[in-house]
């Protein structure tokens, strides 16, 4: 049975103030202009009247760059070249006030880094340390279209706990033990009512008007999206920078770079993006993604063909709108969506 | 559960000149650990990634056999920052292998049947392997007929020469040795590309025979069409594909074609499966 | 902007139609509010698609890069300059272009919806080069500060501009979307893509971060027209002109240089002249 807690928010910072005395504590704070989820400093608070951050909190469990191994290459060092273990912090940690589409995102992008055959010790280290705690959504930004993604401004999927502003208390529905575990390690303990929810789930759908079109798409075949002429017209605006894949929280490429200073070397892994050239090229020099064309294709039949076909789980993307909103040329996904949703191979 | 972003460290055993331009290097590598060994338990067809900390990992495949116990053996050819790293490495030397990586050839289901190998350039080693593997005594009995098609640019491009005449002399496989060209008189073996030889000694095709390639692009483009000519059916074709990687288990989201990847779900994929997947250079 | 349009669709149809062009390159309606999205016409029938507002931020030259068709491009002042770059550079032949001018009022930024920043103080609204202009020229500004900002951080002391440089690239993630909207930024393999030797590191580290950004700007020296694609295409709102500024100042100051108004004279970093100012060496 689910447990709804009542928290005033009078007693809400309080409660973080405890947390973090058992949490790492991840929220979102304002640098210069907008929001983005940080490591909350001592006694700093995040700021839950936030629109949406720039970047996702994918990073909370996937940094940007982080160190792998060690290593030493000084020949008088037993130990050389031998690859050592980074003592990494895998203690309780918790992302405070993200949003339904971070969180299913989270648990989308799960699929990758935990298979039946490998699991990515970083990446699952990181997300079973972390308690994600989500803020429903009340005021989705034009650009969102989590609705039609199978997911929405309430969603639970991928969250221990969700809150949902009720003025001034947050109703908190804690959906899994560790969700119980952190409400109670925060004195969230007052009896909440969940009546409110409903109609407060439904005004916020309700708000959100844009959709991306995909119900056609798993029924296509891979070769004619592909093969399909419309690639080169989508793509011509296309910069190749990686302002999509980085603020993407589906977005889970990577690249492995050993860096040295002196006798002493890092192996780190550093998000990478299917945008840039280098991406694909070969040693040799060929490139099979050499033209702006492809990476581009590859790009939407990832998130709206192949990742379908693979997982049936429905597209790689929750509708958070961010990279049409800071796209620089605005390559929009839900067009794209659409115009590949639309596309009837000529037989 | 092992970190499998993390090699195990290996010791340089010997390096060898593989070809006369010496822009191949064979590397034998010794597990320090000899537990490290058994985990690096490996099939003929799959690869690992070499890893040498300060300059980074390359995907390379296994050169060596299964059959052949106590090290563990690649031949590289010298292009980019890792490889020719690795060229200028000493005997001695430590570094690492992380692996095996990728799915095998898939021999098991290829028991009773007849073989031809076609292999061309620097791409036959994972061949060596498969050949070293079904010539060893205990598994030559499991295995019909074994022909073999491999090509080289010139007589001095010709890998693992020494092994290919001992093979030449054998009468449980028939060896097909070809270059493009040479002006060596003594060249006893055959001039021509790849595809024109699989075209005049390749068995016809039958439900039992079964090709396996590996090569340069362009020869198993023009190879493909032999091999539909002399009937072999797109599921007894066998190839295996290589694009650039760095995680080499399927998370790091870079060498797929279409949805499958190549690390993971290949590198070995049979001509019927890729015909639903995009060539990716179009 | 309305009357822009509508010249500009005709002047476009007339030019596919008598096949004058083999496309245009222009900007159609995008899908915010904010945006209007780079486009490439071909056929007569789509210049309807075509739109001129206050979101044509980014600089079209961008997409004329090693062009080889005849081509039309909708220019504003400082896309024009960019233009003059290129054909200087060889980046694109004259004869082959269709320069549609568009005298500027200045574009909105996205996110405020105010005149950026460079439109405020552009001093060049008007095309520099065009075949034919899809309005009546605009007046120039004049008595614009156009260096405020940069006076600013020259009159910091040197922790000053150490922390103010610390805090503007702070939270860059190395999109590289500044680099990628520039016209000037069209090298093969950029110098942060390197692999052999490679300059830079790949991560976070705030001196790799600087290092590309501090690069780049001098690379754009003597060359930046100062058209705000930068800025415009950066998701995080840095404020990258006001390095490639300071290097337009020292342009400016050191060798009366403004880029892109001329086609008869090379960029002053480009060119040797007996005449160069030479006060730094002591």
Known sequence: MMKIINIDKQKWAGGVESLSKSYRLFGPVKDVDCHNFKELKQGEQPDLSYGNTKLSPKSVVFPPSEAMFTYSLDESNPEHHILKDVPKDYSPRAVLGMRPCDAKAVSLVRMNFDTPEYRDPYWMDAYEATTFVGLACENPCASCFCTSTGCGPYNEEGLDVLLVDNGNAYIAKALTEKGEKLLASGGFTDAGDASAVDAKKAAAEAKITAKIETDKLSEKVIMDLYDAPFWHDVAFACINCCTCTYACPTCWCFDIQDENKGCEGVRMRNWDSCMTPLFTMHGSGHNPRDKKHQRVRQRFMHKLKYFVDKYQKGIMCVGCGRCVQQCPVNLDIRTVSKTMNDYVAKS | ?282 | MDAYITKIKAISERLLKDGTVEAVIGFREGTLPTMSEPCFIKRSDDVKDLVWNANCRINLANYLTNRKEKIAIVAKGCDSRNIVNHIIENKIKRDQLFIIGVPCKGMNDKDTGALQDNCATCTHRNPVIYDELAGDLVEEQTGVDKYADVKKVEAMTTDEKWAFFNNLYASCTRCYACRNACPLCYCPTCFVDESKPQWVGKGEDPIDVRTYHFLRAYHCAGRCTDCGSCEAACPQNIKVRQLTKKLEKDCAELFGWEAGLTLDKRPPLDTFSIDDPNDFIK
């Open chain 2, 1 to 282: 559960m092992q970190n499998p972003y993390k090699a195990y460290p290996v010791r340089i055993d010997s390096i060898d000149v593989a070809t006369e331009d010496k822009s191949l290097r064979t590397f034998t590598f010794v597990f320090l650990n000899p537990e490290d060994e058994q985990k690096f338990a490996y099939e003929s067809g799959q690869f690992a990634e070499l890893s040498i900390p300060g300059k980074g990992e390359i995907p390379i495949g296994i050169a060596s056999s299964p059959t052949e116990k106590g090290f563990v053996r690649f031949t590289v050819f010298r292009t980019g920052l890792v490889t020719n790293h690795l060229h200028n490495m000493k005997v001695g030397d430590i570094m690492g292998v992380r692996g095996p990586l990728g799915h095998p050839y898939p021999l098991k289901d290829l028991e009773g049947k007849n073989i031809v190998i076609i292999g061309a350039g620097f791409a036959f080693t994972t061949l060596r392997s498969t050949i070293v593997y079904m010539l060893n005594p205990e598994n030559r009995s499991r295995f019909g007929k074994i022909d073999v098609i491999y090509g080289a640019r010139n007589p001095g491009m010709i890998l693992y020469k020494d092994e290919l005449t001992a093979w030449e002399q054998r009468d449980d496989i028939n060896m097909h040795i070809t270059v493009d060209g040479t002006d060596d008189p003594s060249w006893k073996y055959h001039t021509g590309f790849v595809p024109t030889i699989t075209e005049k000694v390749a068995p016809q095709a039958d439900d039992n025979t079964y090709a396996i390639m590996c090569g340069p692009p362009m020869m198993l483009k023009f190879t493909k069409p032999v091999l539909d000519k002399l009937g072999y059916k797109h599921e007894n074709i066998i190839l295996s594909l290589e694009n650039r990687m760095k995680c080499g288990i399927g998370i790091c989201g870079r060498c797929n074609i279409g949805k499958e990847l190549i690390c993971k779900d290949g590198p070995v994929f049979t001509l019927a499966q890729l015909k639903h997947m995009p060539e990716e250079d179009t």
